[in-house]
């Protein structure tokens, strides 16, 4: 249960983050729906087929098609008003990598594999929802490019395996785990920080 | 044998549009060959990793390899041929996406799927084949930008589900909801008639 | 043993074959590595999905991604040294494809396909990596371009079947092979060999 109103948590905050790209792309509105759903479910998507979960989990939950129906149509309604939200493009996606980081650690945890490996599944399934959208789009993906977007992913899902050796209900850790992935993108945007250069800048100016 | 059938037919008209588009890009004869090959069963196979129906068909029944490398073969040899048929590019793309939306209409059937999953799985594996086609050379998918497209591949799916409670053999419905997907397509075309902007057309002039 | 030794030198031939595209486009150092890690893994990543191998080798083996990551944190380190190297990016390469279009032959036979499909395996292994590098650096995959690539994997991969039939250790066989791959690249940019260009002169001028 709680696991679920993560994912859809999750699913509905990638979606609208897709609708945004890909109205930037002038998409038709099946082309919207389909980056929607790309961005949202792409990620665990890839999660699900390299663990081998097949049929993958959207196709026998009708719960995220339509989640993500019903996302796109309001954003597409709503588009004006969604237009001013676009600083908030950044607190949406946000939201949903911490989401998706502790659920993809979660099944890594389920497929018995080693923490390093709960962490990149965890890191995968946040990311590549959005690497997927990208590509789509005919973009280098941008997490490729700036902003501490993955490490904060890769912070909260480390942080999971050293809070679970303490007391604490592993609920708790869950959301204390998303709310670090989310401090961590949050305070690296205000503060601009950013992954060292390792381009001199000679090289960079041409 | 319905089923192979149907699959072959779709798998030349494909290869084909494949060809087209890798032509247009001047790829060489070995990427004109994987374009082409991707366009034919790219579709097919990424709805057997979802539904994690491995080895994927065509590593099993090499006939559909053998298929795609003549017609690659044979439209390569008539490629000046093949440019007075430009014009029926959409004609060869939109049999193929006809036979192909039921063939993955079956094959979520057989994994018992809901009926909006079976959808879903029909007009993956009619139009995912032309996205990755339009991502290996760096397009965003025509699909996303114009025409009624994926549409109908949708009514045409869906058709199936209304005719199944009729008494009607299942090759007919098939066939019925085979010609729905074309026809659909075609008047599409011809009428112009296309997925309703979503954007003002100030917005668009820039 | 032998097989692991072979994907080990693979991963480090492709890993920097990676980085160098990555920094060509001026990725922060998660994307290098990135880019760097599908590279590697890319090929063998989708012909074990396409198999069904799943979870994917190197969600197993940490090997894999300690191995990559070292290789990227060398080659950052490093980075002004392999610029000279740059000419030496095809050789790197050349290696890696050798290598892995065997491994990719020997997972063909362990999935009892036909030999056939066993080429078409051990090629995807091989050059499939580069390909989604150069998608997700929005790039046309060099490979459908130019250079004698894909062929030599595909007849280094068929010398194999016509080899295991002359009374030879298996082992034997593989070095051959790989060579056999390795030295058909190195003469065809030696000799300027290419795939024959199926486009008239007029057409390619403008």
Redesign the interface.
């Known amino acids: 249960m709680f696991y679920l109103v993560i994912d859809i948590l999750g699913t509905i905050a990638f979606a609208i983050s897709g609708v945004l790209v890909?109205?930037d792309?002038?998409?038709?509105?099946?082309?919207?729906f389909?980056?929607a759903f790309v961005t949202a479910v792409g990620g665990g998507?890839l999660r699900d087929?390299?663990?081998?979960n097949?049929?993958?989990t959207w196709?026998?939950q009708?719960i995220y098609?339509y989640t993500i129906l019903i996302t796109v149509v309001l954003s597409?309604l709503f588009?004006k008003q969604l237009k001013y939200l676009r600083t908030s493009l950044f607190l949406f996606d946000t939201i949903g990598i911490g989401l998706y980081t502790l659920a993809g650690v979660e099944k890594g945890l389920d497929?018995d594999?080693?923490p390093?490996?709960c962490i990149?599944?965890g890191t995968i399934t946040a990311c590549f929802g959005g690497?997927i959208r990208d590509?789509?789009?005919?973009?280098?993906?941008v997490?490729?490019?700036?902003e501490v977007?993955?490490?904060a992913c890769i912070i909260g899902a480390s942080s999971y395996f050293f809070l679970i050796k303490l007391p604490i209900k592993p609920n708790y850790i869950y959301v204390v785990c998303i709310l670090i992935v989310i401090t961590v993108r949050l305070l690296a945007v205000k503060f601009k920080i950013?992954?060292?250069?390792?381009?001199p800048p000679v090289e960079?100016k041409k």
């Open positions: 890909a109205m792309k002038k998409l038709d509105p099946f082309g919207v389909i980056v998507t087929l390299l663990l081998g097949t049929p993958v196709l026998l009708p098609i597409i588009r497929a594999l080693l390093v490996m990149v599944v690497v590509i789509l789009c005919n973009e280098i993906p997490i490729f490019r700036k977007y993955a490490t950013a992954l060292p250069t390792i381009y960079s």
